[in-house]
């Protein structure tokens, strides 16, 4: 499954960070998900449940915020957010696009005591 292997990667990275600033605890992750990253919400959480199982994480709240898709369109110029489901340019109604935002996904920060 993809996003175990998602939630395994961002508690190996939350974990050191947390334990160097002297934490015993996380006590929330909030993730941002872009539409486009393939990434569900629900498996996400069914997945970090899994992976921070015997960790410091194990009693962690995961928050997850989407992120919308944005573009950048080559015919003109049009740059801003467009409707995941029809990605063409709303400006000018082109295919021609750069994806800017939406493919990603990150810790946006973490609570830990
Ligand atoms: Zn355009």
């Not at 998900?33 to 015997?54: D, H, K, N, T």
């Not at 957010?81 to 990605?87: F, L, Q």
């Amino acid at each position: 499954m993809h996003e175990l292997a998602i939630a395994e990667g961002i508690l190996d990275a939350a974990i050191p960070e947390a334990q160097r600033h002297g934490a015993k605890r996380v006590l929330e992750v909030r993730l941002k998900i872009g539409e486009l990253s393939g990434v569900l919400p629900y498996y996400m959480q069914e997945c970090f449940r899994i992976a921070a199982a015997g960790t410091i994480a194990e009693s962690a709240q995961l928050k997850i915020e989407r992120i919308g898709v944005e573009i950048l369109c080559r015919d003109c110029g049009y740059e801003g957010p467009v409707d995941r489901k029809k990605i063409r340019c709303p400006n000018c109604g082109s295919a021609e696009l750069k994806l800017t935002r939406g493919r990603e996904y990150y810790v946006d920060s973490l609570e830990v005591e």
